[in-house]
């Protein structure tokens, strides 16, 4: 897996909340049996037209925004577990999503492909907001070691939770397979006792 | 400790704690389709990891599968590309797999219980958000990413963070049309579709204890739609009765020492819930969606709201409803009775039973498809299936279908849908459809009508 440490950057914004992953990305484009070629089809219904032709008011496609920042609206990513929504944002080249919340697999399907979720308050999401408004060229600093986001000109900034164990893996490039397989052995032991806990709680 | 049933059944399978982080949860069952698997698979192959416990995996075809014609090649190359994988990995890992056209084929959150896969106290996953449906019968069962499948695959565990616990009441007597469809519609209005984020849902009250097993799967079907990792409700004997005595159920002996296990899996009197929550059934009516997502839903006599969150415009105006609007009489052109939701046999006996007689309207294009093959067997003898053509509704074979729209069964663009699946996301149907969600009965007296009508006046 790719690490994450920090990124300073422009982003982009997706004012909508509930963004559900048939959005990020539509169950047509589920039929590739591979993990290349997602970030095409990002938010296709969205950034095209049935004709093709690119919505012009559709963030992802006007050029005053750029970076490798998102920044969407509360509940990012409910909906289908699909974990082609995280291939097509990391393919497309975001690291980072910032939203007031996140769907829980959404949020794990992520973590585990580098792709950085950075839940922040409702009112620093406004402020976030806000600053790409008075500037589409702003900044923002993610400090994964300091759970950190910071507004670059206003200095403004809010700590953000991650898990101590995802953190670890995401600084250093882990990802959980090579960890899971480390613990067959305790795996194995759990099997074996797992008639005799049954039969425990019938006793208690 | 005073615990709950959800506590209970994640206590007896985490393997080990790690120090600030996750739980490794051993998982007894995993199910897997076409969709979420193929770079699962592939990920091993390329570390070259053995599949820890082929044995604890079973597979099925459903997502992109056609509903006519599944004897013949299926056309779509990409998804015929996709059901091959499915059938080599499978057939290298030594997986058991009920592909398309075998007796067992069906959507996987309608197979697994059927034949009795599902069972009390198992820890379950499954690529597919909607695996909380086999919470119904006192499971932990919730829908996870690809990597995870890749996980489970290695080592028959996930790393998980537990879930808090959230416990959702429903006590009372349900009014006449009132279905499980719109208790879990009703109660995902109320709470909202982000109410449900970062905990796993127990129902609990006398709603829930008189519904069917498969009322119970629509119900806990739905938790994902309130963000809720999954849904459960406490065995009891209308569980056991459903069990016992199916294909992969455990027999005799087996059965009795196990059935003394799952009568301890009810939360303890006075045990603690995170967040908690009431209603009344006498409050809940017939329940339809006017927005996009499942959160937004009015009784089917009920008014869009005037005031509503953040971007309710936005899904208004892809609707193309107004705030203040009742959607009575709107004229309705599809309706899909199907979908891990409500494609069991009582979903069909419940339209059938209105439909009996009728005709669906002139401008109606109604689809049923049934959720498995064992379900559609049943459909025929029980002779539904001649209800539903004399009614002029296509009785298609079983898959996943136009609830995602991945095969060729899609709404047309602009065109209204009554829906008894899960989602009225943009576009879910297809691009440009417009879903309202709704019960099984609500969508069998919208054909009739080919319209929105308050069909519960002319119940007896």
């Known amino acids: 897996m790719e690490k994450f440490t920090t990124l300073q950057d422009t982003a982009v914004p997706l004012e909508v909340e509930n963004i559900d992953t048939d959005q990020i990305i539509p169950a047509r484009f589920l039929k590739a049996t591979d993990k290349a070629g997602f970030g095409e089809n990002l938010f296709k219904d969205w950034r095209f037209d049935k004709d093709g032709k690119p919505v012009e008011d559709f963030s992802l496609n006007q050029d005053q925004y750029s970076g490798q920042i998102l920044i969407a609206g509360n509940n990012f990513g409910c909906g289908s577990s699909r974990e082609h929504a995280a291939w097509a944002l990391k393919a497309y080249g975001f690291k980072v999503v910032v939203s007031s919340y996140f769907a829980d697999i959404f949020k794990g399907n992520a973590l585990n492909n580098g792709l950085l979720p950075v839940q922040v308050s409702p009112e620093f999401l406004d402020e976030l907001f806000l600053a790409i408004k008075k500037d589409n060229k702003e900044s923002f600093k993610v400090d994964l070691e300091n759970q950190k986001i910071q507004i670059i000109s206003s200095g403004k900034s809010e700590n953000f939770a991650i898990d101590a164990y995802k953190k670890t893996c995401l600084i250093n490039g882990f990802d959980d397979i090579e960890f899971l397989v480390s613990k067959l052995d305790a795996i194995k032991k759990f099997e074996e006792k797992q008639t005799q806990m049954r039969e425990a709680a019938i006793q208690e | 400790m005073k615990k709950t049933l959800f ?71 990409l998804s015929r590309k996709q059901l091959k994988e499915l059938s080599q990995n499978c057939e290298e890992n030594n997986i058991t797999l009920y592909g398309l056209g075998h007796p067992y084929n069906g959507i996987v959150h309608v197979m697994a219980p059927e034949l009795g896969i599902t069972q009390p106290g198992k820890t379950m996953v499954c690529g597919d958000s909607h695996t909380s449906t086999h919470g119904a019968f006192g499971a932990i069962a919730f829908g996870i990413g690809t990597s995870q499948v890749t996980q489970v695959f290695a080592s028959q565990c996930l790393l998980v963070e537990k879930p808090k616990r959230l416990r959702v009441n429903v006590n009372g007597d349900l009014r006449k049309g009132v279905t499980p469809k719109d208790v ?52 009891d004997q209308t569980t056991y009765d459903y069990v016992e005595g199916r294909e992969f159920a455990p ?210």
């Open chain 2, 184 to 235: 879990i519609l009703y109660v995902i209005s109320k709470l909202g579709t982000n109410s449900g984020t970062g905990y796993f849902c127990e129902y609990a009250g006398d709603v829930f204890e008189n519904m069917s097993m498969e009322g119970r799967m629509t119900v806990c079907n739905m938790s994902i739609e309130m963000g809720a990792r999954g849904g459960l409700i406490a065995p």
């Open chain 2, 251 to 460: 027999k005799g002996e087996e059965f009795d020492k196990l059935k003394a296990y799952w009568e301890t899996l009810k939360t303890d009197e006075g045990a603690e819930f995170d967040q908690e929550y009431s209603f009344d059934a006498e409050d809940i009516e017939p329940m339809i969606t006017y927005g996009t997502n499942p959160g937004m839903g009015i009784k089917i006599t009920g008014a869009i709201p005037v005031e509503g969150g953040k971007s309710d415009a936005k899904a208004l105006s892809y609707m193309g409803f107004k705030p203040g609007e009742s959607l009575i009489d709107k004229p309705i052109n599809y309706i899909f009775i199907g979908s891990c939701t409500n494609s069991r046999i009582e979903d069909f006996r419940m339209a059938a039973s209105y439909i009996k007689g009728k005709k669906k309207a002139e401008n109606v294009n109604a689809l049923i498809v049934p959720g498995s093959r064992q379900v559609a067997a049943q459909i025929q003898e029980e002779g539904l299936d001649k209800v539903f053509e004399e009614a002029g509704f296509r009785l298609r074979q079983p898959g996943c279908s136009a609830c995602l729209a991945m095969n060729d069964d899609k709404i047309p663009e602009g065109e209204y849908c009554v829906s008894t699946s899960n989602r009225n996301f943009e576009g879910r149907q297809g691009q440009g459809s417009r879903t309202i969600l709704a019960s099984p009965l609500t969508a069998a007296a919208t054909a009739v009508a080919g319209k929105i009508t308050d069909f519960t006046k002319s119940l007896n």
């Open chain 2, 7 to 77: 506590d209970k059944i994640w206590d007896a399978h985490v393997v080990e704690s790690i120090p600030d982080g996750p739980d490794i949860l051993y998982i007894d069952q995993h199910l897997i389709h076409e969709v979420t698997s193929p770079q699962a698979f592939n990920e091993l192959k390329e570390r070259e990891i053995p599949v820890f416990r082929p044995n604890k995996i079973v597979a099925t075809a459903d997502h992109n599968t056609p509903t006519e014609n599944q004897h013949l090649p299926v056309k779509d190359l």
